[in-house]
């Protein structure tokens, strides 16, 4: 490019012919095109700033373009520059252009018919991260790699979309409404392919033979869609494969044997089918695999021994499921990178395996819901990263030895140890947590365990505490008012214990539900945890994403209900059913503008309803049933649309939802009799129910849950 043919240009921007003429003289002096910089020039792009730079006179020296020597666009490079606007048919002019990179901008609308035909030196094609949408009409021949990924493009991957595209390497149209099969012809004519991304598409369908003969094939995703069937023989053909990754679908049958073909495997992700069967018994050929993805499956039977010889193995995520088998006869010891390992809800049995111990990289260790036996081990303390320890349900001893020696895993973030020490004595000696024991604990979970004892005064100590449940024990005398010193603690369930006393004041403290500026840790989990929610098992993959939750319920608590309640601004669930709290409903629980559960039926409480109660606009589960409140219902449209038993056993209600007007105020004693003998009606699904969703599903037996926050 010469500054004459620039100047040039310049100063005769006007004659066309001109130029034109200088252009076929000076062409190989890399200087823009003229059709193709109006080409550019008419792309309907703009941003939002800064704007391109696109104002001198060579194009090829403008921001995101380079041109071949012979001063044709050969790139259009602007990932990431605020583009907004469509594509528009001009682009088809410009029949040098082999990279195009429009990905992470704001492009909007149709594909325009055609448009990448006329393009036949096109390689490289990157749309991903825009809003386009409408159905994909073909590529030339000439395409290497195509990723449309993440915008709205819908119809079906037509043969026409890729049987002239021979050289294609990859091609990742996930996260768009692509319907239809997944195709495999990309395989039948292509020795190059390497990458195919389907995944979270609407795909259905079988997926069909013919990816074995990918023989290049690394990379295989098309989970998140609706494929059904089994998994093609085929694939296992194709021994380049490093990754298969087909979750959440509806797969099913075995994972065939013949997968140790694949010998170059590293990920095998099949979480969410319904896969059956054993793992192959082989599976150990596979020395290169790290992330076995399993879990939420049919999958039966025992680990084949040979998995302890995938040395490389990072996570291996098999929960959910029916494996069995007694757990100490695995060595893990064999796995030193392994950092997740997830067996959870499984029928496995015996002793906890001492061999995990010395799994130096653990972070995470989920055995909960099995059948394991035995006491926690003095050598969990050499897992110097384990953050995430949750063993419920299951039949361990000791919880006095589990402490002691847990206080020494000083990264422990998360320990759920429910449904295990049946009966045993809480431990409330003192000086069993030092005082900088348990620092990093956010979550901690011993509910289930029938405990006997006070409420142990070491929780205190644990600063960072956000979550605590200790549902379903014996604890007896009253409920700390330290708790309102634990400065991050937002949730916790104490029902279904034997507490009793008051209602402490100073809990209406508590500044993670008081102060809207607490801090938040987004944090992910390295697991996530579960606990049942509106008869499903509820997910939570970040810890602020549970409820702000204070539930007492089932304990003999009596007093009053403090009108300091009104401060816990951020609290999302109030359960104080089945006390005996006595005197009014304080108006001060209005101010609870978060409210979505408030249950206080079952106790002694009388008055009216607070009118102001009906401002509490979230509120989706409520009762205030069987306590001696007098007057009418407070009407407001979320008031009333609870059914008549979240009011009922109440001698003097009335008003809708109640059969009974108000001038009427006479309630029957049948009334109050069937609510007996139906037991007490509580307005949210039972755990019972729950468990029997559960246990049909994944057909495990026992009781499955977190009960923890079962809201
Ligand atoms: C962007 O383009 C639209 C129409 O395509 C136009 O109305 C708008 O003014 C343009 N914005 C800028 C900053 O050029
Ligand atoms: C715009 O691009 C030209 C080259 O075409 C360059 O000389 C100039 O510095 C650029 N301006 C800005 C603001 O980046
Ligand atoms: C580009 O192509 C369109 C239609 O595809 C045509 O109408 C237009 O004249 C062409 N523009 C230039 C600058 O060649
Ligand atoms: C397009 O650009 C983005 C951002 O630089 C980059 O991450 C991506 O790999 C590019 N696409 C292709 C196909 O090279
Ligand atoms: C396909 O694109 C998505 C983003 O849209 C990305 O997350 C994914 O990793 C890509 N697939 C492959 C196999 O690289
Ligand atoms: C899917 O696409 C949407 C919109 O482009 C994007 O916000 C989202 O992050 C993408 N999801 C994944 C998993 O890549
Ligand atoms: C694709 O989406 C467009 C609207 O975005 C719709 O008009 C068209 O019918 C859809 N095509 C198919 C095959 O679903
Ligand atoms: C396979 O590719 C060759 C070019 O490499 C082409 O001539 C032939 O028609 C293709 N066959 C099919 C079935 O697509
Ligand atoms: C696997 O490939 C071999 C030859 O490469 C072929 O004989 C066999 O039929 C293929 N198996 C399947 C299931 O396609
Ligand atoms: C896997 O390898 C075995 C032995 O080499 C062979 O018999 C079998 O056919 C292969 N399976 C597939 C699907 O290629
Ligand atoms: C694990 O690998 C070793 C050596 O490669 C082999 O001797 C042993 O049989 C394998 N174990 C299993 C259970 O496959
Ligand atoms: C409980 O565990 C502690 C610490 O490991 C141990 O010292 C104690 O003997 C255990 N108690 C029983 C009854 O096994």
New binding site residues.
């Given amino acids: 490019m010469s500054y004459q043919t620039r100047s040039m240009q310049y100063l005769m921007p006007h004659h066309l012919l001109f130029t034109l003429f200088l252009f076929a003289i000076f062409s190989a002096n890399h200087a823009c095109n003229q059709i193709e910089r109006n080409s550019l020039l008419s792309l309907p792009f703009n941003t939002s700033s800064p704007p391109l730079n696109w104002s001198s006179a060579d194009c090829c020296y403008w921001e995101g373009i380079s041109c071949d020597d012979k001063g044709q666009v050969t790139h259009i490079?602007l990932?990431?520059k605020g583009l907004r606007g469509s594509m528009s048919p001009s682009l088809g002019n410009l029949t040098y252009l082999s990279h195009l990179?429009l990905?992470?901008n704001s492009l909007l609308g149709h594909l325009p018919k055609g448009l990448f035909l006329s393009l036949n030196q096109l390689m490289?094609l990157?749309l991903s991260y825009n809003h386009l949408f409408g159905e994909i009409s073909g590529w030339p021949a000439s395409v290497q790699?195509v990723?449309i990924s993440s915008n709205q493009f819908n119809g079906t991957i037509q043969s026409l979309f890729l049987q002239r595209a021979w050289s294609l390497i990859e091609l990742n149209v996930s996260n768009n409404s692509f319907t239809g099969s997944i195709p495999s012809y990309p395989c039948i004519n292509s020795s190059f392919i390497r990458l195919l991304d389907f995944s979270r598409n609407l795909h259905g369908g079988q997926i069909p033979s013919g990816l074995g003969s990918c023989s290049k094939l690394k990379v295989l995703r098309a989970g998140f869609n609706s494929l059904s069937g089994l998994l093609p023989h085929d694939i296992y053909n194709a021994t380049w494969l490093e990754e298969i990754s087909l979750p959440s679908n509806d797969l099913s049958g075995p994972i065939s044997s013949d997968i140790v073909n694949l010998t170059r495997l590293t990920n095998l992700e099949l979480f969410e089918n319904q896969l059956s069967g054993k793992l192959p018994a082989n599976i150990g050929n596979l020395s290169k695999l790290k992330y076995v993805i399993l879990h939420t499956n049919f999958l039966t039977s025992s680990l084949p021994p040979s998995l302890m010889n995938c040395t490389n193995l990072i996570e291996l995520i098999l929960r959910f499921n029916l494996f069995e088998g007694d757990i100490t006869t695995y060595n893990f010891s064999s796995l030193p990178q392994l950092t997740t390992i997830d067996l959870g809800f499984n029928t496995f049995f015996g002793n906890f395996p001492i061999s995990l111990y010395s799994c130096k990289s653990l972070r995470a260790i989920r055995l909960s819901y099995n059948r394991l036996e035995g006491q926690i081990q003095p050598e969990v303390a050499q897992l110097e990263f384990l953050s995430f320890l949750v063993l419920s349900y299951n039949r361990l001893t000791n919880i006095t030895g589990a402490i002691k020696i847990l206080i020494h895993c000083k990264t422990l973030s998360v320990v759920l140890l429910g449904g295990n020490f049946l009966y045993e004595a809480i431990p409330t000696d003192d000086s069993i947590v030092s005082s900088n024991g348990f620092e990093n604990i956010r979550f901690l979970g011993f509910g289930d365990c029938q405990l006997m004892g006070q409420f142990p005064i070491w929780l205190s100590k644990i600063k960072k505490l956000e979550v605590l449940n200790l549902v379903s024990n014996r604890i007896t005398g009253s409920i700390p008012g330290w708790l309102s010193t634990l400065p991050r603690l937002f949730a916790f369930d104490l029902s279904n214990n034997l507490i009793s006393g008051e209602f402490p004041k100073e809990l209406c403290a508590l500044p993670a539900l008081v102060l809207a500026e607490t801090l938040v840790d987004n944090n992910y989990l390295n697991l996530p945890v579960f606990s049942a929610r509106d008869g499903t098992l509820g997910q939570y993959n970040v810890l602020s994403n549970m409820r702000q939750t204070i539930k007492i319920a089932n304990n003999s608590l009596s007093g009053n209900i403090p009108i300091e309640i009104g401060h816990l601004k951020l609290l999302r669930q109030l359960d104080l059913r089945h006390n005996n709290f006595s005197g009014n409903i304080p108006h001060q629980i209005s101010e609870l503008a978060n409210l979505e559960l408030l249950d206080l039926s079952t106790n002694r409480l009388s008055g009216e309803i607070p009118s102001s109660l009906s401002r509490l606009h979230f509120l989706s589960r409520f009762s205030v049933a069987n306590n001696n409140l007098h007057g009418p219902i407070p009407s407001s449209t979320q008031l009333q649309s609870f059914n008549a038993s979240a009011y009922e056993g109440n001698l003097g209600l009335c008003g809708p939802p109640l059969p009974h007007g108000c001038t009427n105020t006479v309630s029957t004693n049948e009334d109050i009799e069937e609510e007996e003998e139906n037991g007490p009606t509580i307005p949210w699904f039972p755990i019972s129910v729950v468990l029997g969703f559960i246990a049909g599903f994944w057909g495990v037996c026992g009781p499955l849950l977190y009960k923890f926050m079962s809201n």
């Fill in positions: 490079w990932p990431y990179n990905s992470h490289v990157d790699i990723d």
